[in-house]
């Protein structure tokens, strides 16, 4: 993978002269007395409210619903509020601050629908659910024994060219539809590690399967 | 599209991908420019390789997305 692209839309990098609005919020939060308890409030109905929002976008694709989200949303909202009030002198102005702290309570929700999963399991994080790929791809049944040589090749390599951690890393993920942020918890790791591995196994599949001629080269494709 | 190409997609890797932590550290102004309708593929390739590539981060992106547009109304 590469290096970061280039820095922030308003500050180039260095710290930018924050709008008045975002320059208020920081003002606020890192005073003292009533102004800063009020500030503390308003910050927390706007986190509930988005982490309300960004639960009930992504209800539909979850196993959870109604006060259980619900409940989710809230702590997602507390705990990003503690992070935001901590992280403050991090605050660049390269975006508005709400946008900043936006972030931090998207973040959240994600890690905690994660940590669901994790508790909940639909299937043994262990397993390998090889015949659920051709479902998973579409393969057409009409072809069935053409992609039935091409995934017995796919399985050769992953058992033979991946480190084990490669290995249980993209099983957990495309076999057994784990959850990303899920193998974060369950190997004690987190979500760059995880996909910087992920990245390397796709990579390797990917060229073994062009060199056996199972998938077209690059040049090829154009 | 068949089979085939859904694999190839999901075996293919970007080598201008960014990964996970650099994406995320500029996830707020990546939102915030898509939302006014600036060039983010332009200006942040890396970035855009990486939130096509990672469902969870491409998550995190369209919820955050939601966020700015239902705060800027």
């Known amino acids: 993978m590469s290096p970061a692209d280039s820095r922030g839309a308003r500050g180039q990098g260095a ?13 606020m939060l890192t005073g003292t007395g009533s102004r800063r308890e009020v500030a503390l409030v308003r910050l927390h109905e706007m986190l509930v409210r988005i982490a309300l929002g960004e639960v009930r976008r992504r209800g539909p694709q979850l196993r959870i619903a109604g006060p259980e989200l619900d409940d989710l949303a809230y702590q997602a909202a507390g705990d990003a509020l503690i992070a935001i009030t901590g992280k403050i002198g991090q605050f660049r102005g390269e975006s508005l601050f709400t946008t900043w ?5 998207i973040l959240n929700v994600s890690a905690k629908i994660g940590r669901h999963f994790w508790r909940n399991p639909t299937v043994p994080l262990a397993a390998e659910e090889w ?14 024994a053409e992609w039935r040589d091409l995934l017995a090749a796919l399985q050769r390599v992953v058992n033979e060219q991946l480190t ?3 290995r249980r890393v993209f099983v957990a993920i495309v076999l057994n539809d ?5 193998l974060v918890i369950e190997l004690a ?16 599949l990917r060229a073994a399967l062009v060199t056996n001629g199972y998938l077209p080269d690059e040049l090829s494709r154009r | 599209m068949d089979g085939w190409s859904e694999l190839d997609n999901l075996l293919r890797t970007d080598p ?7 994406a995320l550290e500029m996830l707020h102004v990546y939102a915030e420019l898509s939302a006014a309708g600036g060039p983010v593929e332009q200006r942040y390739p890396g970035i855009a390789a990486h939130l096509r590539a990672c469902g969870p981060c491409g998550q995190d992106f369209e919820g955050l997305l939601a966020a700015v547009r239902r705060g800027s109304k």
Do not use: M
């Open chain 1, 178 to 182: 784990v959850p990303l942020d899920t």
């Open chain 1, 101 to 105: 702290a936006y972030k931090f309570v």
């Open chain 1, 131 to 144: 015949d659920r790929l051709p479902d998973r791809f579409g393969f057409d049944p009409a072809r069935e």
């Open chain 1, 189 to 204: 790791s987190n979500r760059n590690a995880i996909y910087k591995t992920l990245f390397d196994a796709r990579r390797k």
């Open chain 1, 164 to 166: 084990p951690r490669q």
């Open chain 1, 15 to 27: 710290a930018a002269v924050l709008d008045p609005e975002s320059a208020e919020w920081v003002q």
């Open chain 2, 16 to 22: 201008r991908d960014v990964g996970c932590a650099e």
